[in-house]
């Protein structure tokens, strides 16, 4: 088995070398005469032999004009097959340690066996596996982990383990690209929020689209004639930088939401604060994100239809514009202010409010506008600003909304134009507060005071009470924010 | 893995290990053992260096563009099939360190700014907490080397730093 796939590809000594190389730095010569020197972080090997190449320089000029600049550090660089003249490694150590040659055979098929196809990852569900190794292999983030496979439970202790077999369970992979990815670098936290939304939602059309999308601004390829190589092309975007993983997340979350299936939808709950969790690259937070998630299920729940519209038109957005991605660094800001101001103040605010924030974070303008349009909400708020009653009256259901609603006063941040339509309901009019004034001055004082009367909200009351609660106290200060305005 | 060797061994018996002298299209001229060809891809692997110690060149070569070569002679394999095996772990740590390496380096290159400039920053990088902001040199968080980076245009900070850093710029 082992045999065939490798008499197909490459040979077996040509892929040592070039594990052996990963992670080195490199210097790539290329068809018209330039060089760039990076780290050499992964190759195709199905007949012909592109490479990527992390922070990647270009270190001698050739003839031909590229996009890529000479003072500029390109941060995942494709060098297609065609391309390619010859790759220079100093330093390199062949030889291992005393292992057998039946050894070393076991470790080429096990790394064969571990890594699932990138590539194939993003177009099924079969990736699941792979990816989660890739998780526990590159960084052994229990998170990401966590969420893959219990779904905002809390950790398996030894993911890194679990990750592992399960890699091994699945049938032979041939294309070594994946060993490479899988060994990644630091952007692979995340991916596993990236590619995990994309095994559940099998059915986002729009990934593909998006991908190659991001794929074009962000990549930067060599300027030469050919086509696009899919398969490097594929998993040089998985491997993207945060904030593609965070944008690519949310149109994935986005076209899930076209399938209005609300299990799907708690399921992009739970990635999102992985995501938003990654972002801010605070574990601890990422743990507390994944089970508040789990909590806020329901209101996911509720949350769903009314999203589904805004979010295809979002989704269309990214694809049919490239620069779209000027959405993804704000998205970025947001949701790490958001995940990173609860740290200092005081954790608990974490668990209560950080899930909704991270995943309005993720697609503030859509929410909006979907809650906005919906009659019944300002009633609900209506009875919050009554406190308890309100809450009791409305019903559970009621409250879940609303905190829905609640994240995205937390968001208008930055997306203040957006907030503007809310303040169409009346219900915040009146609910001003003198607690408004306090967060006047300026936008992340007014978020210390929310975090600390959440923290009241959050440790005292029973969930139900205590979300009524939170929104309660919150709203004046979003209150507020309006009037200043 | 037998069939793969016979079949492979065949055409590339004779090479691997081979010492060449090659030329390449692009100007290019070294010497170099004969790691592996690999037909699919048309690359040829050759590593240099190895007389000194475990550590080699590595070079991986399209063939077809190779000028011209010389045969030097013919040696062992170079890949010893017992002594060969691989870490992942180990190799996604490197490459983890590599990419960290990678972007600090980055962030001390200033972008825009003279030769000098970084030069200055450089030295002042070997003694104190440096960072670029656009083409000022920020020095401990307070003191502000603009262009051209003398010390008339050391700016801020208590006197006792900026003194120190005029001293040195």
Same mark, same amino acid.
Do not use: C, L, W
């Given at each position: 088995m082992l045999t065939e796939d490798h008499s197909e590809s490459m040979s077996d000594a040509l892929l040592f070398t070039t594990i052996c190389i990963i992670g080195l730095p490199v210097d790539v010569h290329v068809r018209d005469g330039s060089v760039y020197s990076g780290i050499f972080h992964a190759a195709s090997v199905d007949a012909d032999y592109g490479v990527v190449l992390k /922070?990647?320089?270009?270190?001698k000029k050739g003839m031909f004009d590229t996009n890529v600049g000479t003072e500029v550090v390109v941060d995942t660089l494709v060098i297609l097959a065609n391309d390619l003249v010859q790759i220079v490694t100093k330093g390199v150590m062949l030889d291992g340690g005393n292992v057998s040659r039946y050894d070393e055979e076991a470790v080429t098929c096990e790394v064969e066996n571990h890594i699932g196809s990138l590539v194939d990852a993003k177009q099924d569900n079969q990736s699941r596996s792979p990816i989660q190794m890739e998780n526990g292999f590159a960084h052994g983030f229990p998170r990401s982990i966590a969420v893959n496979e219990?779904?905002? /439970?809390k950790l398996p202790v030894n993911h890194m383990r679990t990750s592992l077999e399960l890699d091994c369970g699945k049938t032979n992979k041939k294309d070594f690209t994946k060993i490479e990815v899988d060994s990644?670098?630091?952007?692979?936290?995340?991916?596993p929020g990236h590619d995990k939304s994309k095994g559940k939602a099998d059915d986002c059309r729009q990934k593909p689209a998006v991908v190659k999308g991001k794929i074009d601004e962000k990549i930067q390829r060599l300027n030469s004639s050919h086509g696009i190589d899919t398969d490097l092309i594929q998993v040089e975007a998985v491997e993207h930088v945060s904030t593609y993983m965070i944008s690519n997340t949310s149109d994935n979350g986005l076209s899930c939401d076209n399938d209005a299936a609300s299990v799907k939808l708690d399921d992009r709950c739970s990635e999102r604060s992985t995501l938003t969790d990654s972002a801010s690259t605070n574990s601890i937070q990422g743990v507390d994100l994944i089970s508040e998630s789990h909590n806020l299920q329901p209101k996911s729940v509720e949350i769903s239809t009314p999203r589904g519209t805004g979010s295809t038109r979002n989704a269309k957005e990214f694809k049919l514009n490239p620069a779209a991605k000027i959405f993804s660094p704000s998205f970025l800001h947001p949701s790490s202010i958001t995940a990173a101001v609860p740290t200092s103040p005081n954790m608990v605010y974490v668990p209560n409010s950080s899930p909704s924030v991270s995943f309005t974070a993720i697609q503030p303008q859509v929410e909006f506008s979907t809650f906005v349009s919906r009659p019944p909400l300002p009633v609900k708020i209506a009875d919050y600003s009554n406190v308890g009653v309100g809450n009791g009256g409305s019903g559970s259901q009621l409250s879940q909304p609303i905190i829905g609603q609640l994240a995205h006063r937390t968001q208008p941040l930055r997306y203040t134009a957006h907030y503007t339509p809310d303040l169409s309901e009346p219900a915040y009019l009146q609910t001003s507060?003198?607690?408004?004034?306090?967060?006047?001055?300026?936008q992340l004082v007014y978020v210390h005071p929310v975090s600390h009367e959440l923290v009241h909200g959050a440790t005292t009351i029973s969930p139900v009470s205590a979300r009524p609660m939170s929104n309660h106290v919150q709203f004046p200060k979003q209150q507020g924010k309006k009037s200043m305005k | 893995m037998a069939m793969m060797d016979g079949g492979n061994n065949n055409l590339e018996e004779l090479a691997v290990g081979c010492m060449l002298s090659i030329r390449t299209t692009l100007g290019d001229e070294f010497e170099g053992q004969v790691v592996t060809f690999d037909r699919p891809s048309n690359i040829l692997v050759l590593q240099e260096g190895f007389k000194h110690g475990p550590r080699r060149n590595i070079r991986l070569l399209k063939t077809n563009y190779i000028k011209d070569f010389t045969f030097l002679g013919q040696a062992d394999d170079p890949l010893d099939p017992n002594n060969c095996f691989l870490d992942l772990t180990a190799l996604q740590t490197r490459e983890e360190l590599a990419i960290r390496q990678a972007e600090a380096d980055a962030e001390r290159i200033g972008v825009g700014v003279t030769t000098e400039a970084q030069s200055i920053f450089d030295a002042l990088s070997k003694t104190l907490p440096v960072r670029w902001d656009k083409t000022v040199i920020v020095v401990m968080n307070e003191v502000r080397v603009g262009?051209?980076?003398?010390?008339?245009?050391?700016?801020?900070?208590t006197p006792a730093a900026n003194d120190r850093v005029k001293k040195m710029v």
């Open positions: /922070k990647a320089r270009m270190t219990h779904e905002g /439970k990644a670098s630091s952007f692979n936290d995340r991916q507060s003198p607690a408004v004034m306090v967060g006047r001055s300026g | 262009s051209p980076y003398n010390s008339e245009s050391v700016i801020g900070g």
